[in-house]
């Protein structure tokens, strides 16, 4: 039986932790925060209960082939529902349309909310990222990844010509859609792997494509049961979880990873080390000297995904007939992607954000009839006091806050006399609470042609040393992080 310790216990972590138990490894995982989940965490408050990560599940039977692979199978130990809205949409000129959670209906929502020929517009872009999918969720989704992936695509050029990894989202998805709203319902899908649709691969073609083709779902008492159903998981299979374990350093002997010693003094040893953390961190301050000096000159290549700023609302008397999900368009999108990655000008706040909002119908998260656990959230440059936005100077929080609900009146959404207690979330303190350089979501963005293949890889160049989670391959988001778990359990293998 071999030893294997998992440097944190987010959903990657813990996924990972889950199979490699389950395949025989004696594992242990290392939380330095006092509960598990990651960016998939939660905050309770006079008994409203919000998520403050994921608020949505789609590709759900990921995480179904999980627990099937590991034990029971999902529906024995968590039940998930699927969206008949999957999300409202609220465009500048203030039409509205409810994106239905059955994919064969999208068109025809579309085509009575925005005009005559729209649904089939979509409909067409959608049938090309259908193939897209097809040709690239298997050997860049479900496996790790690297150049001669591309060489093997670039063996029949219909594939190269469908996929067009030289083009943009937006630049594809303009050959397709006439409707300036239209175009923004696509941008919106850049930002799911916290990216910039002007820049982002055509390939993200796949996130509208998955989201429609497979449901969003919701998980009754909110997505960090997730974490907790994980983390029975790995109790019935005999792991082990330590929270509040910082981990200072991952040991290297010999050119191998070997164990990881704690920010205490403890070492504890291992065949192989999992690393659930950032892999900013992770190369910058884990494995320091030569160890990680080949995985910081990869992430010098690439460029950060952007941040997030959340309010957690709880709310006496809601609106009602609210859908789980709202979407309030920014009235200039390229202004707010330009202030949030720092375009023509330093990072800054968005003046007039895209603001999302998760209205959960769930009498779980709320401590009577009539109360609502509002998440609130906008696109937002990571925390960066040396060179950007420093989230942590006196008063920016909350005059954002306030700005952000502004915005929201302005949209048709005024809830500022029904809040009764609101918490804020910034990017800086999600950098504190998940150890996640300024904040940053996705770790990387997706920004370039080329983005995908700078993404840290699972298999480190350490030998024994692996990446899990959201800043390495294959990426940021539930499903993905998920899929990122699997692909470590079998670069690992059964235990000997």
Not at 83 to 91: E, H, I, K, N
Not at 331 to 347: H, K, L, S
């Amino acid at each position: 039986m071999s030893r294997v310790v998992v440097v944190g216990a987010g959903v990657g972590g813990l996924a990972a932790a889950v199979r490699l138990a389950a395949a025989g490894h004696d594992v242990t995982v290392l939380e330095q925060a006092s509960v598990v989940g990651g960016k998939l965490g939660t905050h309770a408050h006079d008994g409203y209960l919000f998520d403050t990560g994921p608020s949505l599940l789609t590709l759900p039977h990921v995480l179904e082939e999980l627990f099937a692979a590991t034990g029971a199978p999902l529906e024995e130990v968590l039940p998930i529902r699927r969206l008949d809205v999957a999300c409202r949409y609220r465009f500048p000129d203030g039409v509205e349309v409810d994106l239905p959670g059955d994919a064969a209906a999208v068109p025809a929502a579309l085509e009575a909310a925005l005009g005559p020929g729209r649904g089939d517009q979509w409909a067409a872009l959608v049938a090309r990222a259908a193939r897209i999918w097809d040709l690239t969720h298997g050997p860049f989704l479900e496996s790790p990844v690297g150049p001669a992936d591309l060489l093997r695509l670039a063996t029949d050029p219909r594939d190269v010509a469908t996929v067009a990894p030289w083009r943009s989202l937006r630049g594809v998805g303009s050959t397709y859609l006439t409707d300036p709203r239209l175009r923004l319902l696509l941008d919106r899908y850049a930002t799911y792997t916290g990216s910039d649709p002007r820049r982002a691969p055509a390939a993200l073609l796949t996130v509208p494509y998955a989201e429609q083709a497979f449901g969003s779902w919701y998980v009754p008492g909110g997505l960090g049961r997730i974490a907790v159903a994980l983390t029975d998981r790995l109790d019935e299979l005999g792991g082990r979880l330590r929270t509040g374990a910082r981990v200072a350093e991952v040991l290297v002997a010999g050119g191998r990873a070997c164990g990881v010693r704690l920010a205490g003094g403890e070492v504890l040893d291992a065949d192989v080390v999992v690393a659930n953390a950032d892999a900013t961190r992770l190369y910058g301050d884990l494995l320091p000297g030569r160890a990680g000096r080949a995985g910081r000159r990869r992430l010098r290549r690439t460029r950060p995904s952007l941040a997030g700023f959340a309010l957690l609302l709880a709310l006496d008397d809601p609106p009602p007939d609210q859908p789980h999900h709202r979407v309030l368009f920014a009235e200039d999108y390229d202004a707010e992607f330009d202030a949030v990655f720092g375009r023509r000008g330093p990072a800054r706040p968005a003046h007039r954000p895209t603001v999302y909002v998760s209205v959960p119908d769930d009498p779980a998260v709320v401590p009577h009839p009539g109360a609502g656990a509002w998440f609130v959230l906008v696109n937002a440059p990571r925390h960066d006091p040396a060179g950007g936005v420093d989230w942590d100077r006196p008063g920016l929080r909350e005059e954002h806050a306030d700005h952000v609900l502004e915005v929201m009146a302005d949209r048709g959404l005024d809830v500022r006399d029904r809040v009764t207690h609101r918490t804020v979330v910034t990017p800086a303190d999600l950098e504190r609470r998940t150890l996640t350089d300024g904040g940053s979501i996705y770790g990387t963005s997706s920004n370039g042609a080329r983005a995908a293949f700078l993404r840290p890889g699972n298999r480190s160049p350490v030998p024994g040393l692996f990446l899990v989670g959201g800043s390495s391959h294959p990426g940021g988001g539930l499903p993905l992080v998920v899929m990122s778990a699997r692909i470590v359990a079998d670069l690992v293998g059964p235990a000997r």
